[in-house]
């Protein structure tokens, strides 16, 4: 139940004043996140000012530059009222002691600009000034009053990211209704702590947000701006570490088995294992020994050779009696997974199931006959495998590869599907620290930050589109020396077919200048023909692959050397890193080749050099996070993890490792929050939409 403080947050905005139905579809669209869901209050007072207008600023007409906002003190002239039905604006003109200036009206309501600008009469004017032909002059002023009302005006304005069809006007007077309504709330920071920052309350920061007095106290790192953010990353790290506290409670089953299914695994692989292949496994053995829930995220560069980590300790959980999944982004992903473990399970002695969206009834059904029996052991599959009439006799473990194509709560309907599922998390985009923290809460982390021995780094040029055929005898003669080549055109998804004619386009350009056939996937073919597609090159047959982004998660056919990625200023530093790691997994030096289309912007110029400068996937998720901010680089956008109003990974990344110590000591202390910070945290979460989680809570 929310605490009956909280209604007034919680009214629908539209019964704030000025805001209509119309007026409320524009702002729940704004602020709310949701879009057919109408806002809060509560929604509105999150949306914080990014720029203000100060009016104290009183140069003197002559003074004024070219578009500053300024308060002018002056004395009305003539109106020059255009004639009848002429299209031509109204003007009036002022002075001052230092020059005089135009003021310009469109559509004028005659009645009200003599009212307003009353002819010889001295008024306090404010607005934007615009220089024409050496001529100030101002269009459709802010304010104009007299001396004695000029108190009227506030001296500081807020100014708020608006929509199409939303004013400025309308905002600011519902935003100063949504204030009014702000209750007082009961502290939920602990008192030393807010003593040793020095943080205002929660309703006197958001207060001075909407009211700001100088242009640092909306900047992120205003005490005010601080005291927010830290709320909001209190609130989703102790949501997340109550989830995790409920999870662990559920109960984990202790798996001690002998590790021989482990071992025989292991002995199967033509190569040895890498040191951190060896440790990760070494770390997952000891947390599936434990009597509690597995939570781990395993990080590894692409190629680290995460997949064998995956399945030596699948092993392990299937020994002891359990069944295995494993969960792949895309359909080519799982189809290639269990292509790649099929020998190594039959040689171990797994039994291994394949699950896509594709698959007959009849497949499905015998199945789910042979899951519920428990003579499956493992299952790799799509999103499929988390839909509801998926059983299992006993699931012990559910690997997710490349976690952040999945939500949260995805991750968690598939651990739901048995008692005391562990879960691993894999992902190959280096998240930084930080990341992890925001998105995941507190996971144990094992990084794989070794290469496998013999493996060449990836030499990568850019080069521009307008040396297209250069770049295709080039390729020509790489394919007579006997090398495969990846070639990428870029999706845009707003216009598949546009897309898709782009992509066959090339094969058949290809396919003319080469001689040879060539083949091709995207993501409008049948899985079908995808495998028919794959295998053809992966057994040679073709020796060029033109294909859209699909193959950019694990692919994998290790004699590639070769890579081009058509219109690279398209994409973005993670996922070039991604398509590149395609290549740089046999014995032979591999390259990348971007091919870009100028002029490039400043951004897709920087993402082109680093590319070209560096292998490392850390490093490159940190300048991705510098040029792009958290939460593309996850794609939380699309996935629908919680996103973040106020705090962001980049500014507050200090105050994350402070929150999440905070949630962890709040939930040892008090773990059904019935103390009265307690009660006050409970505030908290509904404030921030995170109220989910005290669902979980054994005391409701
Ligand atoms: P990723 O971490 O990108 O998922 P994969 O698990 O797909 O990497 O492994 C990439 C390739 O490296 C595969 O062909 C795999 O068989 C191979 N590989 C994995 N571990 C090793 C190793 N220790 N030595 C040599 N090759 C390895
Ligand atoms: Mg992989």
């Not at 052991?377 to 006993?394: M, Y």
């Amino acid at each position: 139940m929310r605490p009956p403080v909280l209604d007034p947050l919680f009214a629908p905005v539209s019964t704030l004043p000025g805001i209509g139905p119309k007026i409320a579809k524009l702002v729940s669209g704004l602020v709310g996140g949701q879009p057919d869901k109408e806002a809060t209050v509560a929604d509105l007072l999150f949306h914080i000012p990014h720029n203000l207008i100060d009016r104290r600023h009183r140069p003197g007409i002559a003074y004024s530059e070219n578009g500053d906002i300024v308060t002018l003190d002056v004395t009305i002239g003539r109106h020059m009222a255009p004639p009848r039905h002429s299209k031509a604006p109204y003007k009036i003109s002022a002075y001052d002691d230092t020059g005089e200036i135009t003021f310009v009206f469109f559509h004028p309501r005659h009645d009200w600009l003599l009212k307003t600008f009353p002819e010889g009469e001295r008024r306090i004017v404010s607005g934007k000034v615009e220089w024409f032909n050496e001529r100030p002059q101002m269009v459709h002023p802010d304010y104009s009053l007299s001396p004695e009302e000029a108190e009227q005006m506030p001296a500081i304005e807020p100014v708020y990211p608006l929509t199409a069809g939303l004013a400025a006007k309308t905002l600011q007077k519902a935003m100063r209704a949504a204030i009014e309504k702000l209750p007082h709330l009961t502290e939920w920071l602990n008192e030393p702590y807010l003593r040793q920052t020095a943080w205002p309350n929660f309703d006197e920061a958001l207060r001075t947000l909407h009211e700001p007095k100088e242009q640092q106290d909306i900047e992120p790192q205003s005490p005010y701006m601080q005291r927010l953010a830290y709320d909001e990353l209190l609130a989703s790290q102790l949501a997340l570490a109550m989830v995790r506290a409920n999870m662990r409670t559920l109960g984990g089953v202790a798996r001690t088995p002998s590790g021989d299914l482990q071992k025989a695994v292991i002995d199967a692989l033509p190569f040895d294992l890498t040191g951190s292949q060896a440790n990760a496994i070494k770390e997952i053995n000891e947390d599936l020994a434990e009597p509690v829930r597995m939570l781990r995220l395993l990080q590894g560069d692409v190629g680290s050779g995460k997949t064998v980590v995956a399945l030596a300790v699948l092993a392990q959980v299937i020994e002891s009696g359990a069944q295995g999944g494993l969960m792949a982004p895309t359909e080519i992903l799982a189809r290639q997974h269990f292509a790649s473990m099929s020998p190594l399970c039959e040689k171990a002695g797994i039994r291994l199931a394949l699950m896509t969206g594709k698959d007959t009834q009849k497949e499905r059904r015998i199945r789910q006959e042979k899951l519920d029996a428990g003579e499956i052991d493992l299952v790799v599959g799509t999103h499929a495998l988390f839909q509801g009439t998926v059983t299992f006799k006993n699931l012990g473990m559910v690997v997710v590869d490349e976690q952040h194509r999945f939500g949260v709560h995805q991750r968690l309907a598939l651990s739901g599907k048995g008692q005391g599922v562990d879960v691993l998390v894999m992902t190959a985009t280096p998240i930084p620290r930080t990341l992890v923290l925001t998105c995941f809460g507190d996971m144990d982390v094992s990084r794989l930050t070794e290469k496998p021995a013999g493996r060449k780094p990836i030499k990568t040029v850019s080069v521009s589109l307008d040396r297209l055929e250069e770049i295709i005898s080039r390729v020509g003669a790489a394919i007579a020396d006997g090398q495969k080549v990846y070639w990428v055109c870029p999706l845009v998804e707003e216009s598949e077919k546009i897309d898709l004619a782009a992509v066959e386009d090339r094969q058949r350009v290809l396919e003319h200048a080469l001689r040879q056939r060539i083949s091709l996937v995207h993501g409008r073919m049948t899985a079908d023909e995808k495998d028919a597609a794959m295998a053809a090159f992966k057994s040679g047959e073709t020796k060029v692959l033109v294909a859209t982004t699909v193959i950019e998660v694990g692919v994998d056919v290790p004699d590639a050397t070769i890579i081009v990625i058509e219109h690279a200023e398209r994409f973005g530093l993670a996922q070039l890193h991604q398509l590149r790691g395609r290549v740089g997994r046999g014995e032979k030096p591999s390259s990348c080749v971007l091919l870009y289309k100028g002029p490039l912007g400043e951004t897709a110029g920087a993402r082109l050099s680093i590319m070209r400068e560096t292998n490392d996937g850390f490093l490159i998720a940190e300048e991705d996070l510098k040029l792009r901010g958290g939460g593309e680089i996850l794609g939380t956008r699309q996935s629908g993890t919680p996103g973040f109003r106020i705090a962001r990974a980049e500014e507050h990344a200090d105050l994350m490792e402070v929150a999440r110590d905070d949630a962890r000591l709040i939930l040892e202390t008090d773990p059904e929050l019935q103390s009265d910070r307690g009660v006050a945290l409970r505030c908290l979460l509904y404030l921030f939409g995170r109220d989910a989680a005290i669902r979980l809570l054994r005391a409701g």
